[in-house]
T-cell receptor, first 110, second 117 residues
Framework: RKEVEQDPGPFNVPEGATVAFNCTYSNSASQSFFWYRQDCRKEPKLLMSVYSSGNEDGRFTAQLNRASQYISLLIRDSKLSDSATYLCVVRSGGGFKTIFGAGTRLFVKA | DTGVSQDPRHKITKRGQNVTFRCDPISEHNRLYWYRQTLGQGPEFLTYFQNEAQLEKSRLLSDRFSAERPKGSFSTLEIQRTEQGDSAMYLC???????????????FGPGTRLTVT
């Protein structure tokens, strides 16, 4: 079993739709959680950190469920520019090693 | 440009040759990471430096791979006796030494794409 698992998609949604991605992690000692966005043939860019209480940044909401070991990302009012691969990232244990999921591809269509 | 930079951006080499990549982190960042990414996968952690000290190393980093950060600023990743399976994007990231979750927020360079023929 992979340490971090994501639904690879692709998710095809119309503009204005709400879309949610889930990610599960296997190491219960994981300490930090993030969502990154990666455009085709570009480097990953930090989208948001995920805090225990959940957090929101504009149209994006991230949630953490430690008991079930999953994190989620909700995108409201999808824009064409949201089309990208969304990477779930977990810091494993007490060090600095970070584990990336394989990513979920999102296509937003007009 | 004050972001993470990597050089070269592309490298084509023949099997068995040695290659070296360079990463210049964001200037005030003292933490530096190397990753490898292949098509359809997320980045895979290779190694991590805090200043000049290499503190973590993945099992993926075989004895053909070595990374250095001699003065705690730029870093190099060398692959000796390259194999076709080494073809990938090599990404460097840096982060700032601070407290809390933001200490682990990483900023990536554009990567070096390696093709081994």
């Amino acid at each position: 079993r992979k340490e971090v698992e994501q639904d690879p998609g692709p998710f095809n949604v119309p503009e204005g739709a709400t879309v949610a991605f889930n990610c599960t992690y296997s190491n219960s000692a994981s300490q930090s959680f993030f969502w990154y966005r990666q455009d085709c043939r570009k480097e990953p860019k930090l989208l948001m950190s995920v805090y225990s209480s959940g957090n929101e940044d504009g149209r994006f909401t991230a949630q953490l469920n430690r008991a079930s070991q999953y994190i989620s990302l909700l995108i409201r009012d999808s824009k064409l520019s949201d089309s990208a691969t969304y990477l779930c990232v977990v810091r494993s244990g007490g060090g600095f090693k970070t584990i990336f999921g394989a990513g979920t591809r999102l296509f937003v269509k007009a | 440009d004050t972001g993470v930079s990597q050089d070269p951006r592309h490298k084509i080499t023949k099997r068995g040759q040695n290659v070296t990549f360079r990463c210049d982190p964001i200037s005030e960042h003292n933490r530096l990471y190397w990753y490898r990414q292949t098509l359809g996968q997320g980045p895979e952690f290779l190694t991590y430096f805090q200043n000049e000290a290499q503190l973590e190393k993945s099992r993926l980093l075989s004895d053909r791979f070595s990374a250095e950060r001699p003065k705690g600023s730029f870093s190099t990743l060398e692959i000796q006796r390259t194999e076709q399976g080494d073809s990938a994007m090599y990404l460097c990231a840096s982060s700032l030494d601070r407290t809390g979750q933001s200490a682990y927020e990483q900023y990536f360079g554009p990567g070096t794409r390696l093709t081994v023929t």
